[in-house]
């Protein structure tokens, strides 16, 4: 569905923010993309909106080069950006004008969406709160079935009971046809939401596996002591939080969290489990 081979991109000639970089993304998925501020996710997503252009490398986006912002690839593909404007009118006008360029929107389904979210439809979205915003624009992309839904630091603004309704949403939005890559610094934000982990760092990919393969390889645990077998552990009140080889092949909930912090701060150690 979404191939990038060797992607060499930068904002300056000496200012790469990924040098060589390859993956490949499924349909059937979502997408967590992890990394620090300044890392370049927002970046690697622009890039497969076609909105900043690689310098090396290539990137097939259903086949398309999104380089090239062709409009049969457009139609498919919803982004969007961590910062946004919206205009002075209400919702109806905004799908009015927005909804004819996706030839699958479901009218129905966002309105649906609006109810869920408990927006104000007859107030104008500049009135909005920002958090009120972010969901009118979760909502819209969801309802235009995009093969690709992009959500730049989506939970951004949301209060914690906006969070649990977008999680329980996304969860249900999820189709065989649809990919969703959800870029956050928001680690905890998607716990229990996505399939797969993509973690940026260096100018590279860290890791890219799947919560399966993940929880497959490693166990994540409360330890009383850290010892060999550990690969990385942070204290706690009563002991540690630990991550260390899954050679018993123990059922454990997936930290991501603490995988995150894990493979910034022991890259190396990691490397033998997900080449």
């Not at 910062?83 to 919702?91: G, T």
């Not at 009118?136 to 992309?141: K, L, Q, R, T």
């Not at 993940?214 to 690969?231: G, N, P």
């Amino acid at each position: 569905m979404i191939k990038v081979n060797n992607l060499h991109f930068g904002y300056g000639k000496n200012q790469p923010l990924f040098k060589n970089i390859s993956f490949q993304l499924d349909a059937g998925h979502i997408y967590g993309l992890l990394g620090k501020n300044g890392a370049g996710k927002s970046s690697l997503l622009k890039n497969l909106a076609g909105l900043v252009y690689a310098q090396q490398g290539t990137l097939d986006v259903f086949g398309f080069d999104p380089a090239k912002r062709q409009p049969a690839m457009l139609e498919q593909i919803c982004f969007i950006p961590e910062e946004f404007y919206l205009p002075a009118v209400k919702i109806d006008a905004y799908v009015k004008a927005n909804a004819p360029f996706y030839k699958k929107f479901n009218h129905d389904y966002f309105t649906n969406l609006i109810q869920e979210f408990d927006i104000p439809v007859s107030q104008k979205l500049i009135n909005m709160s920002y958090g009120q915003k972010k969901k009118v624009i979760i909502a819209f992309a969801l309802a235009t079935q995009a093969k690709l839904i992009i959500m730049d630091e989506p939970t951004n603004g949301l209060d914690i009971p906006s969070k649990a309704q977008f999680r329980k949403i996304m969860a249900s939005a999820l189709t065989d046809e649809c990919c969703i890559i959800i870029s956050t610094h928001q680690v905890r934000d998607l716990d229990n939401l996505i399939d797969s982990v993509i973690m940026l760092d260096e100018n590279d990919i860290a890791l890219q596996a799947s919560v399966d393969e993940i929880t497959e390889k490693l166990t994540f645990k409360k330890v009383k002591a850290v010892d060999d077998s550990i690969i990385y552990a942070e204290p706690s009140l009563s002991g540690y939080y630990a991550v260390m080889p899954n050679y018993h092949q123990e059922e454990s909930k997936l930290d991501l969290e603490l995988l995150f912090n894990a493979i910034l701060t022991e890259k190396t150690k990691f490397k033998p489990y997900f080449n």
